[in-house]
């Protein structure tokens, strides 16, 4: 694997953390505001290191836009390294959010926001236990899933996932917000990625 599907790692933790042990706050004692996720919009990318930089993100599509949840995505994507990916692999991420004409960061909580995530490898070998099979489609299509990670293209075409329903914090709901993900060993950058999104959510009380 490399930069992409490490970012895509990355992604699918907050994701995770979200729907299964993100904060839930309450406006008022009684009752409680619950935000579903209904729509993901606007979605584009780009490399944000220089040219030099080891892991790159050379194409990436996803569809349809706006992507309607629960229901269907499209992913193709394209990435490379030209060196190996070792432990650790330290994510950095930062994450703001629209409000008027600034941006404004959203604060790391419960590892949901812009966070550092000291070791990828740790947090893949618990999804994908040492020694076992990378699941599909990453065993049809040669993408590895645990460190390290050898220098290489990786493609994977256009492939349909599912998203079920996901409830999501109060403080990421409505609105237009942006990533920067910088994987990096030690004082050496690996990779840089920024992703733009739009979120819309509907609200209901318990």
Request: aromatic share 10%; proline share 9%.
């Amino acid at each position: 694997m490399q930069a992409l599907a490490l970012w895509l790692t990355v992604g699918a933790l907050q994701l995770w953390t979200a729907v299964h042990g993100g904060p839930q706050q309450q406006r008022f004692v009684v009752p409680d505001v619950k935000w579903s996720l209904h729509k993901i919009q606007n979605f584009a990318w780009e490399n944000c290191g220089p040219p030099s930089e080891p892991g790159v993100i050379k194409s990436l599509s996803v569809s349809p836009d706006p992507i309607a949840v629960p229901g269907d995505v499209t992913v193709s994507v394209s990435v490379a390294n030209t060196i190996i990916f070792t432990a650790p692999l330290k994510a950095d991420v930062t994450l703001e959010k629209k409000l008027g004409d600034i941006w404004i960061k959203v604060p790391c909580v419960d590892q949901l926001g812009s966070c550092i995530y000291d070791d990828l490898c740790i947090f893949l070998d618990g999804f994908f236990p040492p020694g076992q099979t990378c699941p599909e489609p990453l065993l049809t299509y040669g993408i590895p899933c645990h460190c390290p990670f050898k220098a290489g293209s990786y493609s994977l075409p256009s492939s349909e996932f599912f998203i079920p329903n996901m409830d999501l914090p109060s403080f990421l709901t409505n609105g237009d917000y942006r990533t920067r993900v910088v994987l990096s060993n030690g004082d050496q950058e690996l990779a840089c990625s920024k992703v733009s999104f739009s979120l819309q959510s509907e609200n209901w009380w318990l």
